[in-house]
């Protein structure tokens, strides 16, 4: 080896594997984090989808009318139903995960991880009973 | 059980090949032999020219990563009989660049390493005469799980993020930054958090969870990842609504 001898930070003869383009499809758990990474485009349709709905209320009956025909349409239920299953899946994997992000103590013991899951799962539920009861519930 | 097996093992020679090419050896497999203990013997007994790296043979080094049928795994802690009747597919460890046969070069993992600085970092040191720093088991409670980390880098294998965007600090070097952060002794997360806040931090982790299902030692490097974002995002909101007291 000579004096000069030195690294370098280019090396020719190391091999460097391309990442596929469908690197997602070659595990369940990649193609399951994708879907969930796509399901905040669920997220954002209803987003809009709600401020077509305010629109159409602030506009008049008539608007209100014309958007609950449109709402009917294959192409609105198609995206309404689309995305309700893309949102619950974003719901349970995010509830599922938490546990991972909250450290919940109690004294100095740990809470377990299906308590804290658990707990978002009843806050959800709560939330959904609440809306139930405000939207059919007769006053 | 089958008493032999067969390992396809993935040989990069750099002075004759420009890709991985895939040799099969059929060897014994008795129920107590691990992966590595079937690379031993090819190295031994069959083909000497085959390169790879191992230290310890008991989990603890962390040298002899690799992927076992695509999966990441210590291959002294893999048993071929698990396997049986094969065959087993044995690669170098994915995201990482080749330098020969099933050797990866670790060089970018270890400078990403030593960026979060995981070591106690203390803004000035007791002096002697007052003994050592002492510790409660709870306050050992709080980081014991991340400071099980071996640098075995399975992790950075497992995460896509990583293999897309080689920039991202990655798995292990922020849980051990995590691991440093809840030591009672340590003053330095302010330090660390500069560091892991940028963009290639901890907010290029997308949580997509295989890091932790790889970890040989269960240190939960996405827990550490998103608890890190939750302190991270927590810090900001206090700097918005209390600046001064942020300073």
């Given at each position: 080896m000579t004096?000069?001898?030195?690294y370098?930070?280019?090396?020719?003869?190391?091999h460097?594997?391309?990442?596929?383009?469908?690197?997602?499809?070659?595990r369940g758990?990649?193609?399951?984090f994708?879907?969930?990474e796509?399901?905040?485009?669920?997220?954002?349709?209803?987003?809009?989808y709600?401020?077509?709905?305010?629109?159409?209320?602030?506009?008049?009956?008539?608007?209100?009318?014309?958007?609950?025909?449109?709402?009917g349409t294959?192409f609105?239920?198609?995206?309404?139903?689309?995305?309700?299953?893309?949102?619950?899946?974003?719901?349970v994997t995010?509830?599922?995960?938490?546990?991972?992000?909250?450290?919940v103590?109690?004294g100095?013991?740990?809470v377990?991880?299906?308590?804290?899951a658990?707990?978002?799962?009843?806050?959800?539920?709560?939330?959904?009973?609440a809306?139930?009861?405000?939207?059919?519930?007769?006053? | 059980?089958?008493?032999?097996?067969?390992l396809?093992?993935?040989?990069y020679r750099?002075?004759?090949?420009?890709?991985?090419q895939?040799?099969?050896?059929?060897?014994?497999?008795?129920?107590?032999w691990?992966v590595?203990?079937?690379l031993n013997h090819?190295?031994d007994?069959?083909?000497g020219?085959?390169?790879?790296?191992w230290?310890?043979?008991?989990?603890?080094?962390?040298?002899?990563?690799?992927?076992?049928?695509?999966?990441p795994k210590l291959t002294?802690?893999?048993?071929?009989?698990d396997?049986?009747?094969?065959p087993v597919?044995?690669?170098?460890?994915?995201n990482f660049?080749v330098?020969?046969d099933l050797?990866v070069?670790?060089?970018?993992?270890m400078?990403?390493?030593?960026?979060?600085?995981?070591?106690?970092?203390?803004?000035?040191?007791?002096?002697l005469?007052?003994?050592e720093?002492?510790?409660?088991?709870?306050?050992?409670?709080n980081?014991?799980?991340?400071?099980?980390?071996?640098?075995?880098?399975?992790c950075?294998?497992?995460?896509?993020?990583y293999?897309l965007d080689p920039h991202?600090?990655?798995?292990?070097a922020i849980?051990?930054?995590?691991r440093?952060?809840?030591?009672?002794?340590?003053?330095?997360?302010?330090?660390?958090?500069?560091?892991?806040?940028?963009h290639?931090?901890?907010?290029?982790?997308?949580f997509?969870?295989?890091?932790?299902?790889?970890?040989?030692?269960?240190?939960?490097?996405?827990?550490a990842?998103q608890r890190?974002?939750l302190?991270?995002?927590?810090e900001?909101?206090?700097?918005?609504?209390?600046?001064?007291?942020?300073?």
């Amino acid at each position: 080896m000579t004096p000069n001898t030195a690294y370098t930070p280019y090396h020719p003869r190391w091999h460097r594997t391309r990442v596929s383009t469908y690197w997602w499809l070659a595990r369940g758990s990649y193609f399951l984090f994708i879907l969930r990474e796509l399901s905040s485009l669920a997220v954002a349709w209803f987003v809009v989808y709600l401020l077509m709905l305010i629109s159409a209320v602030s506009t008049g009956n008539d608007a209100y009318q014309q958007f609950l025909h449109w709402s009917g349409t294959p192409f609105a239920l198609f995206m309404n139903i689309g995305s309700f299953v893309f949102v619950v899946l974003h719901a349970v994997t995010w509830f599922n995960l938490a546990p991972q992000a909250m450290v919940v103590k109690v004294g100095s013991k740990r809470v377990p991880g299906f308590l804290i899951a658990g707990s978002n799962y009843a806050g959800w539920v709560l939330v959904s009973i609440a809306i139930v009861a405000i939207l059919f519930i007769q006053w | 059980m089958s008493e032999r097996i067969t390992l396809q093992v993935a040989r990069y020679r750099p002075e004759k090949e420009s890709e991985i090419q895939f040799e099969s050896y059929e060897l014994p497999c008795p129920k107590e032999w691990v992966v590595l203990d079937g690379l031993n013997h090819i190295k031994d007994r069959i083909d000497g020219t085959l390169s790879y790296r191992w230290s310890c043979r008991m989990g603890i080094c962390g040298s002899c990563g690799m992927l076992v049928n695509g999966e990441p795994k210590l291959t002294c802690a893999t048993f071929l009989a698990d396997y049986a009747p094969g065959p087993v597919r044995v690669e170098p460890l994915r995201n990482f660049p080749v330098i020969r046969d099933l050797v990866v070069e670790i060089g970018d993992f270890m400078g990403k390493l030593a960026r979060v600085k995981p070591w106690i970092v203390r803004d000035s040191e007791k002096p002697l005469s007052e003994g050592e720093y002492r510790q409660t088991p709870e306050e050992l409670d709080n980081y014991k799980q991340f400071s099980m980390c071996i640098n075995c880098m399975l992790c950075y294998s497992a995460c896509p993020i990583y293999g897309l965007d080689p920039h991202f600090i990655g798995p292990a070097a922020i849980a051990l930054a995590q691991r440093y952060n809840l030591d009672s002794r340590d003053q330095g997360a302010a330090e660390r958090m500069q560091i892991l806040s940028e963009h290639d931090g901890i907010w290029g982790c997308t949580f997509v969870g295989e890091c932790t299902k790889v970890c040989p030692k269960h240190v939960d490097p996405a827990g550490a990842i998103q608890r890190y974002k939750l302190q991270a995002a927590m810090e900001w909101v206090k700097a918005f609504v209390l600046p001064r007291a942020a300073q």
